[in-house]
């Protein structure tokens, strides 16, 4: 059974989630308040998955997943009322995962979650990784299996997309991607963020990746990944 952490001060909204949930071996734990859903996360490590609303007391949800994002790569879905692009733009440029407005069908949302938690691809098979695991350009190291990315031997804290995009750059170097190439290779990202949502993921991952300077605009076209060093 996966565990969801729900914040959102709607408490009739968590009641019937919680219901319909276990019909899909999923388990919610839910938080009116951020600071308590903050408390949460940090003390109860069996959460996959969290469902933020913007709408909150004292802090938005921006601001909680701004926070997250410092120390936490935990998957992040925005739940809300506010359903405006630039909100959904803001969401994605921040580190969430995915955006569903409200009112919204259950369903939709039990299937986003589990395309969230697939895409995490976290597996207990084993720690242990092989060569086939690993994609390395001088001291930049994806490593597959433990879902983990180094640079000069410092872990990187990526979003699920970033990891996404990075991976696709490595196993593809040189060859240049268009935006709707991007948005279908990394399968889950809404057509609604439209090619605007990749310019700004491609952004936060150049950021992630400096000083290196390997991830290159192809004017007419989108992007591709020069390598910093040979194999």
């Known amino acids: 059974m996966h565990t969801i952490l729900l914040i959102d001060d709607d408490e009739r909204l968590a009641s019937l989630l919680s219901k319909y949930f276990s019909r899909y071996d999923l388990k919610l734990v839910s938080e009116t308040h951020p600071a308590q859903g903050i408390e949460q996360l940090k003390n109860n490590d069996d959460i996959e998955l969290l469902i933020l609303d913007i709408m909150l007391p004292d802090m938005d949800g921006f601001d909680v997943c701004r926070m997250l994002r410092k120390w936490n790569d935990l998957p992040i879905l925005m739940l809300?009322?506010?359903?405006?692009?630039?909100?959904?733009?803001?969401?994605?440029?921040?580190?969430?995962?995915?955006?569903?407005?409200?009112?919204?069908?259950?369903?939709?949302?039990?299937?986003?979650?589990?395309?969230?938690?697939?895409?995490?691809?976290?597996?207990?098979?084993?720690?242990?990784?092989?060569?086939?695991?690993?994609?390395?350009?001088?001291?930049?190291i994806l490593d597959k299996r433990k879902h983990q990315v180094c640079l000069n031997q410092v872990e990187l804290k990526l979003t699920n997309k970033e990891y996404a995009l990075l991976q696709l750059f490595l196993e593809n170097?040189?060859?240049?991607?268009?935006?709707?190439?991007?948005?279908?290779?990394?399968?889950?990202?809404?057509?609604?963020?439209?090619?605007?949502?990749?310019?700004?993921?491609?952004?936060?991952?150049?950021?992630?990746?400096?000083?290196?300077?390997?991830?290159?605009?192809?004017?007419?076209?989108?992007?591709?990944?020069?390598?910093p060093n040979n194999k």
């Not at 597996?123 to 086939?132: G, H, P, Q």
């Open 80 to 140: 809300t009322a506010r359903g405006e692009v630039m909100d959904r733009i803001v969401g994605l440029e921040i580190g969430a995962d995915d955006y569903l407005s409200k009112p919204f069908e259950p369903r939709e949302l039990v299937a986003r979650i589990y395309s969230i938690l697939k895409r995490v691809n976290k597996s207990n098979v084993s720690s242990t990784s092989t060569k086939d695991d690993i994609l390395q350009w001088g001291q930049l």
């Open 173 to 227: 170097p040189e060859k240049s991607f268009d935006r709707d190439e991007i948005m279908n290779a990394l399968s889950g990202i809404d057509a609604e963020f439209f090619s605007r949502s990749i310019d700004i993921l491609v952004s936060r991952l150049r950021n992630k990746l400096k000083p290196l300077k390997c991830i290159q605009t192809v004017w007419g076209k989108g992007y591709r990944f020069i390598p």
